[in-house]
């Protein structure tokens, strides 16, 4: 009796329920900030109901997409009240200043390669709303620059609220990170248990480090978990740190799908790929973020490409021996 077939479904079904899991813990725990595009939104908006989150275009900017400042200014905070400004700070350096005082800085800002330093990081800051004359307000001031990367870097989306409101976003998070690296790590060991204890089963192994991946990519992304677990770490570091593991989800997963179907996969989609994410990783690693940065499009898109065709690939094999 040919068993492969149940062996995909069941596949099938088991990625399912994990990506409902992951699905449902996001969901379960997302803040309910609303997204403000503009600054006359966000001057309207009542800040003791809830937070929002600021998006790039509601600041008023000059300068080029390399070097530029970034102004708002909110007329409608509470004198005396704790507001914080929390989320990734712009790529690949930035200043942020309330009324004049710097509150946060990580790299250091300039106007050429020379003069600034990359740095890059998730912050959380607070400061207490002061009393303005009518007609004006706190002004928020953030300066970016970005020499270091082919695109030049952007600057993020921010949470912006009332102190207790971006504290419960904050807790919120940290707790969906937690819960889904737990799970995820759950896993590695649990398929890495059954690889070493019983014999010719290299698909478990292949698909614990697949999940690996999947928590390192967590702890590298969501708040920057990694900067707090390796303090001191290197921006580029952490930059090639995420393509790498980017890479090795589609490495692992081509090397689980292969040994579930005994090699029966297509060999030379098997090997172009794994040849192409092998030669792009040593690419990586030989160049500076400035350079291979500016292929990062192309390698998305032959990512997805590489999985469309493993897709179409397995699903023609699972015919086959039908």
Partial sequence: MNTTPNRLTSIFLYLLTVAV??????????????????????????????????????????????????????????????????????????????????????????????????GTGYFTVYFTAGAHEIGTGTEIVIERSGFVLAHGGRLNSLYFGEQHHITAIQVLSYVRV?????????????????????????????????CLMIALRTIGIDNRLITTLIPGMSWEFDYLFAYLVTSGFTVFIILFFNAMFFEGLNKWLVRISLGF??????????????????????????????????????????????
């Fill in 178 to 210: 937690s819960f889904l690296v737990g799970i995820t790590i759950m896993a590695v060991l649990f398929n890495l248990g059954i690889f070493l204890f019983f014999k010719n089963q290299v698909r478990f192994l292949w698909f614990a480090l697949y």
């Fill in 277 to 322: 994410l092998g030669i792009h990783a040593v690419f990586m690693l030989v160049t500076s973020p400035a350079v291979y940065s500016a292929f990062n499009t192309p390698y998305n898109i032959i990512q997805v490409v590489i999985t469309v065709s493993f897709l179409v690939n397995t699903r023609q094999s699972t015919l086959w021996l039908y």
């Fill in 21 to 118: 899991v992951f699905a449902a813990v996001v969901f379960l725990t997302r803040s309910e900030a609303e997204y403000i595009n503009n600054p006359a939104d966000l001057n309207r908006f009542d800040f003791s109901q809830g937070a929002v989150i600021i998006s790039p275009n509601a600041f008023e900017s000059e300068g080029t997409y390399r070097h530029a400042f970034y102004r708002i200014t909110l007329t409608n905070l509470t004198p005396g009240k704790i507001y914080g400004i929390s989320g990734y700070s712009a790529t690949h350096a930035m200043r942020l200043w309330v009324d004049g005082v710097l509150l946060y800085e990580i790299g250091s800002p300039g106007d050429s390669y020379d003069t600034m330093t990359a």
